[in-house]
Structures are given as structure tokens and as C-alpha cells.
């Protein structure tokens, strides 16, 4: 099994060829941000894992066991991005969170935030309840912390006048 890192370097080699017909070391080092060393030392750890086949400066092709993560993978991905848009998390949160959990969480769990998915697919009603507890529940953590405030600045003034 492919650790977190090994992960994410087949999950861009596979959308990089299904974008734009191959993945070359500089495209790859640019999408992950990472430098062109850091790639050649993956790309040949993942050949030896019989993910690819790497031929140095002629680039490289996923096998059929890398083709088969990558898009497992991507579909990975794809599904936690739209369970977060369903349940409400800000879009430019969506990416950052999804790269932060998706290596933590089992396929057994991917599998069942599926079936969440697709219930909610089916069911739209029930996501329109979920936005307006999401919208209660905002208005009362709102008021709650105007509260709060109100309460602070009656303690500071409280204590402004006491003598010391």
C-alpha cells in the first residue's frame, strides 16, 4: 500500500495524463510544489513499487496498478470535496481541508461518506434542513458571542471603577 506521500504524487501523475496526455517531472514538481529532485526520488521509488515505468528523460507511464489507485484516488478526492460542499464548509476551505484528511481516514470510512453522498443526493430535502440548522445554529453562536462581549466590557468597566 502506498504511503500518504506516495499517494499524492499518483494521484497528480494520474490527473496530469488524464489532462494532458503524459506527466513530466517539471509539470509534476509544480503541481505538488515541491522541487524536480524531490519528484525524480518518488517517481523512482514508485517504479520500483511497480506504480510506473520511469525512463529517464523520456518520462513515464502508470502501470495498470497505478492507473488503478490513481483513479481511486481521484475519486477519493472528488467525493470528500463534495461531501464538504454538502454539509456547508466554506469553498475556500474545501481543498486545504480535503488534503489535510484525506490520508487519515480508511477506505471503509471513504465508503460510507459515499453512501452519506449519495443519500443526500437523493434527498435534497434533507439537505436544505441541514442548512437551516447550520443557520440556526450560526445566529445562536452569533448572539452568544455578542453576549459574551456585552459581558466583557461590563467586567471592564466594573473594574474600572473599583478603587484599588
Known amino acids: 500500500m502506498p504511503t500518504p506521500s506516495m499517494e499524492d504524487y499518483i494521484e497528480q501523475i494520474f490527473l496530469l495524463i488524464e489532462n494532458k496526455g ?6 509534476i514538481a509544480e503541481a505538488l510544489e515541491v522541487h524536480p529532485s ?8 514508485l517504479d520500483r513499487g511497480d506504480y510506473l515505468v520511469y525512463e ?3 518520462g513515464l507511464i502508470l502501470t495498470t496498478k497505478g492507473k488503478k489507485i490513481g483513479k481511486r484516488l481521484v475519486e477519493r478526492h472528488d467525493l470528500l470535496e463534495e461531501f ?3 454539509i456547508g464548509v ?3 476551505n474545501i481543498y486545504q481541508d480535503v488534503e489535510g484528511i484525506e490520508h487519515h481516514l480508511s ?3 471513504i465508503d460510507r461518506i459515499g453512501d452519506l ?8 430535502d434533507r439537505v436544505e434542513e441541514l442548512k437551516m440548522l447550520q443557520r440556526t445554529n450560526e445566529d445562536e453562536n452569533e448572539q452568544e458571542k455578542e453576549d459574551n462581549a456585552e459581558e466583557i466590557v461590563e467586567d471592564n468597566e466594573q473594574e474600572e471603577k473599583e478603587p484599588i
Open 38 to 45: 524531490s519528484v525524480t526520488k518518488m517517481v523512482q521509488k
Open 84 to 86: 464538504l460542499k454538502i
Open 56 to 58: 529517464k528523460y523520456r
Open 117 to 124: 453522498v449519495q443519500y443526500f443526493e437523493e434527498n435534497p
Open 90 to 92: 466554506k469553498e475556500e
Open 107 to 109: 477506505w471503509n470510512s
Open 22 to 27: 503524459y506527466a513530466r517531472v517539471s509539470d
